[in-house]
C-alpha cells in the first residue's frame, strides 16, 4: 500500500494535482504506523475529502480516537455475516427507509 500511495503522490505532482495533500500523508503516515492496521490511503481521485483505514477488531477505537484530536470524523463500517443492514438506531434512517421505498425496480 504505501509503494500505491508513493506512485499516487508522484502521479499527482506530475499533473499538478494533489492527490494525497502533505496533510493528509501525514494523516495516513500516522495511522498506518498505528497497531492494527492493515492499510490507509486516499480513495478515488484524492483530494483533501476523504480518507480511509482498514483495521483489525478493536483497533479502530484508537484510530478514531486519534483521528478525532485532529478533527478527522470517522466514518466507521465494519463486515457482517448477514450483509449491508440499516441501522434502526440510527435518525436518519427513517429518511433513507423512505427514499429507498420510494425506488421500484
Known amino acids: 500500500m504505501l509503494q500505491i500511495r ?3 503522490h508522484q502521479m ?3 499533473a499538478g494535482v494533489p492527490i494525497e495533500p502533505e496533510m493528509q500523508t501525514r494523516l ?3 495511522t498506518m504506523a498505528m497497531d ?3 492499510l490507509a490511503g486516499v480513495p478515488g481521485a484524492g483530494g483533501f475529502d476523504a480518507v480511509f483505514a482498514i483495521t483489525l477488531g478493536d483497533s479502530s477505537n484508537n484510530v478514531t480516537k486519534a483521528w478525532n484530536s485532529l478533527n478527522v470524523l470517522a466514518l466507521l ?4 455475516p448477514n450483509g449491508v443492514l440499516l441501522e434502526s438506531v440510527d435518525p436518519r434512517t427513517k429518511e433513507i427507509t423512505s427514499a ?3 425506488v421500484h425496480i
Open 36 to 38: 492494527g492496521v492493515l
Open 100 to 102: 429507498v421505498s420510494a
Open 77 to 80: 463500517v465494519r463486515e457482517d
Open 6 to 8: 508513493n506512485y499516487m
Open 28 to 30: 495516513l503516515d500516522t
Open 12 to 14: 499527482g505532482e506530475a
